[in-house]
């Protein structure tokens, strides 16, 4: 409680909070404000924002409701950064944990893989995976979790090396417990408060990789996503630039409020670090 | 002792932020020290000793402010002096030392180095002159070879010589009053002995004053003109060494001192002739670094460790840091493989069980760690952490939680404290819970690593008492692991004394310290602290 306590006491974090509520709000509202699908024709192309009430936002080159598309791609930006963060967590807090806690070999190969992960540039191993499997949002969100894995397993295999000879571990071990049960009971809750903290510079990433992919016109096609409708902007980038910066500024807001939120955890769950 | 103070502290005061468990960390402290003295501040933990040394160097952490009361240092008010004066004071008026060198010195820069800079900051001598008053200091602080020290890095340099670097630093300047924070207590008493014959030549030489902080009532009578002690930021006895040592007048006082355990053993206690617990030539070593073979280290942790523990009796192991005493009991309870040799438990091997069985077979022995901090996960509750090991061994969970409040009764802890986290307890407490874990087991045999070690003296002398008292309830066999003989003394049916990975001799534990046959073994007894203090102490006991 004193964590929570701590986390509102920092203004920064609850501004971060309040944006990330905001864009949740924006996703659970899209279905009920918006009941026509976003992708379908709503009016003339390109109505500058303010002009007309029936498009606040005005449309963007094929005559659709842009105000329509931000809202459902809240949605898709939430979903695509919240699986492929799991994904990368997931993956990155197993390897990590197994690289730290045996040691030797097996933390040998496990850390060479990882490596061989990292010195790929991640966007260009995105653009490899979407070329082959395809840019469905399913295969997009897996592939971004796959290329983000990495630095969570450095980060939990660094927190496994410094505790898995403390006492509290040895003492496990004496009264007889496994491998696997020293592992997840008693080491993994000590090393993840970092890694939830991560966890949101990963999430802050993810979407940002779906919208360059997306301006790449690489992404899922079929779903009003903001990187799809930044690309679609591209084409009257000059003149009506509204089109790509309306959804430019809500990946702004949301990788923002990630990235505050993430902040606020941090200095709320290592109280110390923060008094300097 | 009719010299002018040098320092005197007029009812000081030491506020606390708003939030920790007292207001003040010092409360109204007067004292003072003349030049050519050694006055001792004695206290447990959390008594303000150190906050006292910090606030005269005015060194306090944020949000802790002297709130009252005056530091006069040659009739300077230190509480009342500007930044730019406190430098001028530190180093060259007041010097401190540290309890632990390694973390004092800089890592990244040699011995020699950063004596210098003491004459770089303070004066304006010029390079060779300094040099050569670096290595006239180390001389005088007897560091074995000073050219060669003078050019090695921290981590080059052993405990000991460390912290004879701290001292010369310290020293460089002649400064008039030395605070030494408990210089003596990360050492092994052998050296110990020889920093603390240091300290009093030096301050005898050089007339300096000095405010030793100390925990230990040994070094006390060792080096003390004078003595303070303090209880919970508040001066509660002050006099001569003496005086205090053999009359207390103050209660607390009284009952530090009877804390210490002397070093005479008590009577021998009947032994059963069936032995519980035999190893036989275990061996450990460690190599590290290397490339197929070549340029490896290889240190002999334990070397060829033989001995036996009667059912019901106490072993005790004792040695300095680094006589692998630690590792031969991590190999008893397999944290550890060992190389060769046999451990017979109940007539089977332990050292040639596979991961599995040992898993087994590990409720007839268990451990008891050093930290209290560290060795209980901090994200489990009492209960739960005392409930794990027979939940791991198949008990139910309810039954496994209703025993192991029971147990918490056993070992002298609140039944209902067990919803509480390992933080929320004091480190006696701590112990306690893990004393209690290891007891869950049922254990035959209980492997406790320095069980007292991280404790203060009267929290160590419960703790003591509460072994003691399971050991005869549940005719419990120990194999205590220890540094202090004095507690060894106390405890131990028959004791083994290892160095370097060797025991060097071992016997009933009134033999091994009344007429100890090795030449090490006399070193150790020799080195204990306040030796001729405890003796008397003793007589007066018996």
Known sequence: MDAVKRYFRSPAAVIGLVLLLAVIAMALAAGFLY?????????????????????????????????????YGAR????????????????????????????????????????AFQTLPNFVLLLVLVAVFGSTLTTVTIAIGVVSWPAPARLTRAEFLSLRNREFVQAGRTLGMKDLQLILGEILPNALPPVIVYAGVVMAVAILLESALAFLRLSDPNVASWGNLIGLGRDVLRVQWYVSAIPGIAILVTVLAVSLVGQGLNDALNPRLKQR | MSEAPIL?????SVRLPEGADRSHALKDVSLSVASNEIL???GESGSGKSMMANAIMRLLPQGVEIDGGRALFEDRDLCAASPAEMREVRGAGIAMIFQEPMTALNPLRTVGDQIAEMFRVHTGLSRAEIDKRVLAL????????????AKAYPHELSGGQRQRAMIAMALALDPRLLIADEPTTALDVTTQAQILKLIRDLQQRKKTAVLFITHDFGVVAEIADRVVVMQHGRVVEHGLANEVLNHPTHAYTRQLIAAVPPLKAPSPRPLSPENILAIAGV????RSGGFLGRGARITAAVRNASLTLPKGGTLGIVGESGSGKSTLARCIV???????????????????MGRDEVRRETRHIQMVFQDPFASLNPRRKAAELVAQGPIVHGTPRATAIAEAKRLFELVGLDPSAGDRFPHEFSGGQRQRIGLARALALKPDVLVADEPVSALDVSVQAQVLKLLGELRERLGLSIVFITHDLRVAAQVCDLVAVMKEGEIVEHGPVAEVFGRPQHPYTKALIASV??????????AAVS
């Open chain 2, 529 to 538: 602290p306040g030796g001729e203090f405890t003796a008397q102490h003793e």
């Open chain 2, 334 to 352: 397999r944290l550890i493989d060992p190389d060769a040799g046999a451990i017979l438990l109940d007539g089977k091997d332990w050292a040639k």
């Open chain 2, 8 to 12: 005197s502290l007029e009812d000081l």
């Open chain 2, 138 to 149: 180390l001389d005088d602080v007897r560091i074995p070879d000073p050219r060669l020290a």
């Open chain 2, 40 to 42: 001792c501040v004695v």
């Open chain 1, 76 to 115: 898709i930006s939430l979903l695509i950064g919240g699986v492929a963060t799991a994904i990368a967590i997931t993956i990155g807090t197993l390897l990590g944990a197994f690289a730290g806690y045996y040691g030797g070999w097996v933390d040998n190969i496990l850390m060479r893989i990882t490596e």
């Open chain 1, 35 to 71: 009941p026509r699908d976003p992708l379908a024709l709503a009016g003339r192309p390109l109505v500058w924002p303010f002009t007309n009430p029936r498009f606040p936002l005005g449309t963007d080159n094929s005559g659709r409701d842009i105000a329509a598309q931000v809202f």
């Open chain 2, 283 to 286: 061996s450990k070593t460690y």
